[in-house]
């Protein structure tokens, strides 16, 4: 049997770019495992975030998410997603991280024989080479390191119930574990970029929609905006 699969997604603010990033999620997790999970950490957002986030998981019961009253940071809502899931394998994603997805089954094939796998920028240095200079104005922007990370649950057990004091990454150097990695594309480089000009087009005719009202006691109060309906809506006219 297949080891389980927890991706845990902290977000803020991010009405713009959310559809795009849960759509690629629904189609790739499924690929690695049919035992999956996505779980979003809504960490204090004060735009449409949360209301985007229920529209996108309703079809999905393998989705769910958790509500921060106010701003906690990426190490806290890791640690509250990892204490809602069982999973065999934890996938991190940070909410400032701008990887392909795409390639999340090189990840996958490693982790089956190590304990941390972390991702980076596709020509980012790696030790003894050095990156071509073309690259190094596009690579100053690129997201490296822990900002993609999958861990097995079995290395961490001692921090995810709060035993220890120190945030992951420092647990994960006190502990010593290799960190080996995966080259993933940029997602300004790849397919991701559609994906994102979807989910501006997105949130353009949402803003310019006319808000529809109830007759009745609910007279005079918009109706909230249909985020799923209308994705779906652009990507068939796409």
Known sequence: MKPSLSMILPVRNREATLAALVVQVVEVLPELTPRWELLIVDDGSTDATTEVIQELIRPYPQAAVIHNSAERGDTACFRAGMQRTRSDVLLLRSDSCDLDLAGLDKMWKKISSHDLIVA???????????????????????????????????????????????DLQSYLALKGYPQHEVELRHASWSKGARGKAAASALKNKVATSPQHRDEGDTAGRPKRPNYLLRLKTFALGE
């Open 120 to 166: 980076r920028a596709h020509g980012d240095a790696a030790p003894g080479r050095q990156p071509a200079p073309s690259l190094r104005k596009q690579m100053s922007k690129a997201v490296v390191g822990p900002a993609l990370q999958m861990i097995r649950r079995r290395a961490i057990e001692s921090w995810i119930t709060g035993r220890s004091p120190q």
